[in-house]
């Protein structure tokens, strides 16, 4: 109960009973000090009274001396004994001894000391006459005068020493009757000054201690009265102390008082937080900024205030917390405030509520006022006709007013007084007439929405029909704006669905399916087709992104979560492919791609999913048959160059073989042997071209190399070098104009053209020098037959034309085939490989090649490579 | 005491000791597997008889050819043909009876006798070993050097390359830099 | 004149030494069954170094285009003359063939009166470079 304690310590009302008890004990020293004082001054009296008696005993002592003495002498002169003499010597050593004494005795009194003296002068005098006395002296004296002379002279010694013996005797009883007055009076005063002192001081401190006996109830009374309201407050009240560590740091709050509101409130128990510290005590006060204020409330020595929520077993609970410094504590006082919290949100809400009802109402009202402005009524007041029978035949028209004029063309008074049936002949048609008539007939207002074709124009009405009397009043508004608007807004809302349907329709062919994430609130917006994309049915199941997330592969999640995350962090553009199990459990890969804008102050991320499986499952199936095919194309390479190479070993042999057969060996060969050997031999030429062309066109596929500019003109000038003898020999004319350069592969744009060139010297008339044109030009793509099926670009076209033997135009395509030969084996040597080349060539080129023929007339090949600057 | 037996190439033997001597003597030869000896430049007589001094310790000596000395001529003259371009226009069959006060026949007689090769063959085989000297030089283009060496066009210069060393001038360069790449 | 051939082909090398027999030039043959052992061939001191060389590419032990790499880097045997006698390889292979260091190039024939020819052919260019002292770095023949 230590803050008790403090709280009954005022400093101010403690102050004075200190300085009462400082003033207590001051006096009680005092009054020691005092006794003290008195005690010595008595001792002193008495010491001072014993001394003045001992001194007039001693004076009186001397003197007795001196008085010895004078009587001897006078009986030595009287008897003349010599006896008294020496008596007077044992008289006169006495007395010097006594007047020693004395001299001392009275030494601080020189009054005292003054007769004393004047005792020296007069002793010495008398002993002197005493002294004088001896029996010379004494025979002398033999007469009585003298005698009675002698007498008188030591009488007179000795009454002035009597009289000095007097004066100081009297003196000392002077002193001594003073002394003894003083001495009295310190016997009776002192102890009755101590015992008023003590009295005093007692006095003082029974008033003390009844006054901080009474403090003490008081202090009492008070605690209890705190105590009380301590407990009984709705404040939890806590005093924490700080926890220090080594450097003083404060590192936490121990808890060391706490009243019983705390555990109402919090449901902390006594046990759970004396003693304990605030983080231990208080684990749902952590992390609110709580220990830094109390850290603050220390450092800077000031109260501070705040409100404060916890959430307390689930709980949100606000609290007005004051903050005291309190000797090197703190008194924490916290008001629980939640409920004025809630009523104050609750009072916010109800303003702004009200606020917006105000909002409301102030349109409606403008609303209203508008509408009254702009809106035309037309109130009518139709009088039933009746036929003879009581039944409603017609209406007359008492009163209308002139908003009529507006409609009708008619004034009010033009109108009032005629038959509807002559002014509004139609409302017997529009079924008006009939309400009307069902209106009088019960009573009961109807509200009827009708269209009317007068002459201001069309225009629709809503009439309200109440009777009144025997007829009806029609109070009929104008309708036709809202009517048009109407009508607008269906239109709109036609076109909408229809845009709707069409833009489903476009994602449902797309595969696309468009979402909308609103960032913030973690909600998602989807299309229809992106819930038919996902397995799911709009109705059923609501798409969330915890859901589309839930739905991507096990695989590829973290994936989806990784870059979403970026995505978001970032806000950047995305677009990844990822694996997904609808909600119908198929397995489908998705692209998803994203973007990101901010709308009202939110952020939303919108994009696109597409289903991709079709082409992901194609790209897999290609991908595995380019794998097949590569693994295919690997092996057929090796399998032609084995065969090639390994085939051409032994077959040159043969040709060797045969070669070395000399005519001496020929000579003893048949005719038949001669002639299989020369078959042999031909047969082995033939077959030697074929590997080698072979060879040349299996090396076709590992010869690409990377593609460079080449000048066809150097080409060209290869190719006739190489084919220099042939030309010569066949008295070929060739015509090449100045050649562009193209991209390719030297090697093979060589072996293309010797090919081409070579076919062309070939083909010829058998009586005709080969003529053979080259021609170049650049095409534009649309320039070019569309039937070609080549990728758009610009294309250099080379066109090798002679004017040879031809062929059937039927076979263009086919001679681009591998083995494929038009003519026969022996008209035309080859292997029907040499256009299956040029072809190949062309391919790696990116290029097409064609031919045109016409038997007898010659062939134009003509190749195009793609142009490229 | 020990014995061996001596393995001698007599023509090795012969083209150190002439290296020597008549490099002393600042004669420059050729010495071809034929034991055929061929003096560079002029040979004047008094040259002629230091040379046969030299070699005679060795019991080297020198055996008139008569022939030999004209095909150098035709040799010294074509060189000359195909580094002056003042003469390089006229026919080389002209050029060389010119020079050298034979018949072109009689010297393309001696000559294909003594170097089995005709002189045309030779003519082109020299043209195009100056071809490719230029070509590795640098700086000339094949058309200049066309011109320089008297062909009609450069495909011409490059066929007759071609046909010489079974190369075209492109190849031939694309080796030579790729080796010095390489090396 | 000296000449070697390097081939492990027994046909090859019997046609080859019929050819040159054929030829009216006096020449001398060694004939060796791969690169390593032209090698030795040419380290051994009493080997007299020979005129022209002609090696096939593909042999075992030691193929002709390391042998070839191996006679380049010893700048003892760079004037050496080699031909490569190889049945028909890429236009690429050839050329390689060239940049390693051969001089001349040839396709082996399927006729043997074309082996003459081309033997012949070869010796005299060589004869001429040899005779006339021409640059043999830049002699370079492909038949």
């Known amino acids: 109960m230590g803050l008790l304690d403090n709280l009954g310590k005022k400093k101010t009302g403690v102050l004075p009973y200190v300085l009462l008890l400082v003033l207590a004990i001051v006096v009680l020293f005092f009054i020691s000090n005092a006794s003290f004082q008195q005690n010595r001054a008595l001792r002193q009296s008495t010491e001072l009274v014993t001394h003045t008696q001992e001194i007039i005993n001693e004076i009186n002592m001397l003197f007795g001396n001196y008085s010895g003495s004078q009587s001897a002498g006078i009986k030595y002169l009287v008897s003349r004994d010599s006896r008294y003499l020496s008596d007077i010597v044992g008289f006169n050593d006495k007395s010097k001894f006594s007047f020693k004494r004395l001299k001392t005795l009275t030494a601080d009194n020189p009054e005292q000391q003054k007769s004393l003296d004047r005792i020296t002068v007069l002793s010495e005098r008398f002993f002197t006459e005493l002294k004088s006395l001896n029996p010379e002296i004494t025979e002398k004296i033999e007469d009585s005068s003298a005698l009675s002379d002698k007498v008188n002279a030591i009488e007179t010694q000795h009454d002035s020493l009597e009289t000095i013996q007097a004066r100081m005797v009297a003196a000392e009883r002077n002193l001594l009757k003073e002394r003894r007055a003083a001495y009295q009076t310190d016997m009776t005063f002192t102890p009755i000054n101590i015992l008023y002192l003590a009295l005093f001081a007692l006095g003082i401190l029974m008033f003390a201690f009844s006054k901080i006996n009474s403090d003490r109830k008081k202090i009492a009374v008070t605690r209890s009265f705190l105590q009380n309201i301590l407990e009984n407050t709705d404040n939890m009240v806590n005093y924490l102390v700080p926890l220090r560590n080594d450097q003083g740091k404060i590192i936490d709050f121990e808890v060391t008082y ?465 084919l220099s003898e042939k030309i010569e020999e066949t008295k070929a004319k060739i015509t090449i104009p100045e050649l562009p350069a193209i991209y390719g592969t030297e090697f093979q744009l060589e072996q293309l053209f010797n090919n081409l060139l070579s076919n062309a010297l070939k083909y010829k008339k058998h009586d005709e020098a080969p003529k053979i044109t080259i021609t170049s030009e650049i095409l534009k793509f649309h320039e070019i037959d569309e039937s070609l099926n080549l990728p758009p670009s610009q294309y250099i076209v080379v066109s090798v034309a002679d004017e040879g033997v031809g062929f059937d135009p039927d076979q263009s395509e086919n001679i681009f085939r591998l083995f494929q030969r038009l003519h026969k084996k022996n008209a035309y040597e080859g292997t029907g490989l040499g256009l299956a080349i040029c072809k190949k060539i062309v391919e790696n080129h990116d290029g097409h090649i064609m031919a045109r023929s016409e038997p007898g007339k010659g062939t134009q090949i003509l190749v195009y490579f793609p142009f490229r600057k | 005491m020990a014995h061996f037996r001596i393995h001698y190439n007599a023509l090795e033997v012969c083209r150190t000791i002439l290296t020597e001597r008549l490099n002393a003597l600042g004669i420059s030869f050729s010495l071809n597997a034929n034991g055929e000896l061929s003096i560079h430049g002029k040979l004047t007589d008094e040259n002629r008889l230091h040379i046969e001094g030299a070699l005679q310790p060795y019991g080297i000596s020198l055996v008139e050819k008569e022939s030999e000395s004209i095909v150098e001529g035709i040799k010294y003259a074509i060189e000359e043909l195909l580094s002056s371009p003042a003469v390089r226009t006229e026919k080389v069959s002209a050029y060389l009876s010119e020079k050298l006060g034979y018949s072109y026949s009689s010297l393309s007689n001696r000559f294909s006798e003594e170097t089995h090769t005709s002189i045309e063959n030779f003519v082109i085989l020299r043209r195009i070993e100056h071809a490719k000297r230029l070509m590795l030089l640098g700086g000339t283009s094949l058309t200049e050097i066309a011109r320089k060496l008297d062909y009609s066009s450069v495909a011409h210069l490059s066929r007759q390359f071609k046909k010489t060393t079974g190369l075209t001038p492109t190849s031939f360069l694309r080796i030579i830099a790729k080796r010095k790449n390489t090396s | 004149m000296k000449i070697v051939l390097v081939d492990d082909d027994e046909d090859d090398r019997m046609f080859f030494a019929d050819a040159l027999q054929e030829i009216e030039i006096s020449t001398e043959l060694a004939e060796l069954h791969n690169g390593q052992e032209l090698l030795d061939y040419l380290s051994d001191p009493d080997t007299v170094r020979p005129h022209l060389i002609f090696l096939d590419l593909n042999m075992p032990v030691m193929d002709g285009f390391q042998c070839l790499r191996e006679i380049r880097k010893n700048p003892e045997l760079k004037d050496l003359v080699i031909a490569i006698y190889s049945t028909s390889s890429s236009e690429k292979d050839i050329e390689e063939t060239f940049v390693n260091g051969a001089n001349i190039y040839i396709n082996k024939p399927n006729k043997f009166e074309e082996l003459k020819k081309t033997i012949g052919q070869v010796i005299r260019r060589n004869w001429q470079y040899t005779e006339n002292e021409m640059d043999k770095a830049n002699f370079l023949f492909r038949i």
């Open chain 1, 258 to 722: 706490v009243n019983g509101q705390v555990e109402k409130l919090t449901g902390r128990t006594t046990t759970n937080t004396i003693g304990k510290k605030l983080s231990e005590a208080y684990p749902f006060a952590l992390g609110r900024g709580l220990f830094e204020l109390l850290v603050e409330v220390i450092e800077m020595g000031k109260p501070k205030m705040r409100e404060i929520n916890y959430d307390i077993n689930g709980n949100e609970k606000w609290f007005l917390s004051t903050f005291s410094p309190m000797e090197n504590g703190i008194t924490a006082t916290s008001r629980d405030i939640t409920a004025d919290k809630i009523a104050a949100d609750s009072l916010k809400e109800l303003n702004k509520k009200l606020e917006l009802q105000n909002l409301e109402l102030e349109r409606t009202g403008s609303f209203l006022q508008n509408l009254l402005g702009s809106i035309q009524y037309v109130i009518s007041y139709f009088e039933a006709v009746r036929d003879p029978v009581g039944t409603i035949v017609d209406f007359k028209i008492t009163y209308t007013n002139d908003k009529i004029t507006e409609l009708t063309g008619h004034t009010a008074e033009e109108i009032m007084g005629k038959l509807i049936s002559e002014e509004y002949p139609f409302l017997f048609e529009n079924g008006d007439f009939e309400n009307f008539r069902k209106v009088v007939a019960t009573g009961e207002p109807m509200e009827v929405e009708q269209e009317y074709d007068l002459s201001k124009g069309h225009f629709y009405f809503c009439n309200e029909i109440l009777k009144l009397g025997d007829g009806v009043t029609i109070v009929s508004q104008d309708i036709s704006l809202r009517k048009a608007a109407e009508k607008d807004l269906d239109e709109a809302n036609e076109r909408l669905a229809l845009q709707n349907t069409i833009l489903n329709d476009a994602e449902s062919v797309a595969g696309l399916g468009s979402y909308s994430y609103n960032i913030a609130a973690d909600t998602m917006t989807c299309s229809d087709n992106c819930y038919r994309l996902l397995g799911m049915v709009q109705e059923e199941n609501e798409l969330s992104f915890a859901l589309l997330t839930s739905m991507i592969h096990a695989d590829d999640r973290d994936l989806f979560k990784r870059n979403i995350d970026l995505a978001l962090l970032g806000k950047k553009n995305v677009r990844n492919v990822y694996r997904i199990k609808t909600l119908e459990g198929d397995l489908k890969d998705i692209v998803m791609e994203g973007h990101f804008f901010d709308k009202n102050g939110e952020s939303f991320m919108v994009g696109i999913l597409r289903d991709i499986t079709k082409e992901v499952s194609n790209e897999r199936i290609l991908q595995k048959h380019i794998r097949e095919l590569e693994r295919t194309n690997a092996e057929l390479e090796s399998f032609n160059r084995v065969v090639s190479h390994d085939l051409q070993e032994p077959l040159r042999k043969i040709q060797m073989f045969i070669s070395r057969f000399s005519n001496a060996d020929k000579g003893n060969l048949s005719e038949r042997g001669l002639t299989y050997l020369e078959k042999i031999d031909a047969s082995a030429n033939r077959m030697q071209i074929l590997i080698r062309n072979l060879l040349s066109y299996a090396k076709l596929t590992d010869e690409l190399e990377s593609l460079h500019s080449i000048d066809l003109n150097l080409i060209f000038d290869k190719v006739l070098e190489d």
